[in-house]
Structure formats: C-alpha cells, structure tokens
C-alpha cells in the first residue's frame, strides 16, 4: 500500500495515524462540550483500536459509548459499539459473553436499519456463531482460549441466515492436499 506521496506506508501505522486523529477529534470535542460528537468519534475509534490490538480499550470504550447512548435511550452507537466488543470477547474465548451481545445487538441493528451497523453486526454474529463451535486456532480465527491449530478441525464451516433471521451453520470437509489433486 502506498500513501499519498506515494511512499510505502504500512497498515498499522495508518491505523495508528487514524487513531490518532479519532483522538483529535474526541479531545476537541470534549473541550467544547460537544458530547455527542464526542461519542460519535469514540464509536468510529473501536474498529481501528480493534486492528490495532487495544483490545482492553475496545471493550471499556464500547462500554462507556453503549452506557452513554443507552442513558439517552438511543440505539445507533450501540450498533457500532457492541459488534467490535463482541469480537473482542470472541477471541478471548469468551463466547458466552459474545453471543449474549450478540442476542441484544442483532434485533437492535434490524431496528436501525443501517447497512453501516447491520452488516458489520450480521457479520459478527456469524462469528460468534462459528467460534462457539470451534475449539482451535487457524489464520485469522485465532482464540487465546485454544491458541493452536487442531487437525479434527480441517473443516469448512458454513452460515446462512434462516428466514426467521436466525443464523443456521453447517460444516463441509476440508481434502487434503493430495486428495484435491487425485
């Protein structure tokens, strides 16, 4: 990837530069008295504090945004809040934390009506759903609970949504190498 002067700039660091300006923007806010937008601005920092590996302040800021919207019975920040904590507490083995988010959050995004918070909140319970079932590590699914790789694992797992808006998952065996060149 390169920046804007063409340069190669690594992924983290520009996640680090927008987590910076986020804080800019919170910081400003919060001096003017602008609560809401400094709410706002903290919501838009969970996903990048996510990539960069702040998981702690992922779920104590997504805490004190749902605290806060829930005080003022509103519901769009929790969508944008809840689904980043979900994924936090999912790859702290804690899946029964993270589906009980997810139970909340999913009728909450279907009453938004935002792609912006449905999807990533659709996307999120499809991992939650998934990783209850798994007891492994593998790429991107990794789990400080079960941090290795385990053959009995070598599957596909699959989700898609039921029309009553559940989620039904399936798993389909992964050949291995030599049985897929056969």
Known sequence: MQDDLGTE???TSRLADAFAELAMSIDAADKRGLVDLAMTSRAQTLWVAFELGRWDEVVETADSVTAWERGRQGVQLQGMALPNKARVLLLRGQTIEAAAIMQELIPLAQQIGDLQ???PALGAAALVELAAQREESRGAHWREDFP?????????QTVAAAADGTLVTGVVPVPSLAEATR
Not at 148 to 156: C, G, H, K, L, V
């Open 117 to 119: 918070v449905l999807l």
């Open 9 to 11: 700039a690594p992924l």
């Open 148 to 156: 290795d790789p385990s053959d009995a694992w070598r599957i596909r």
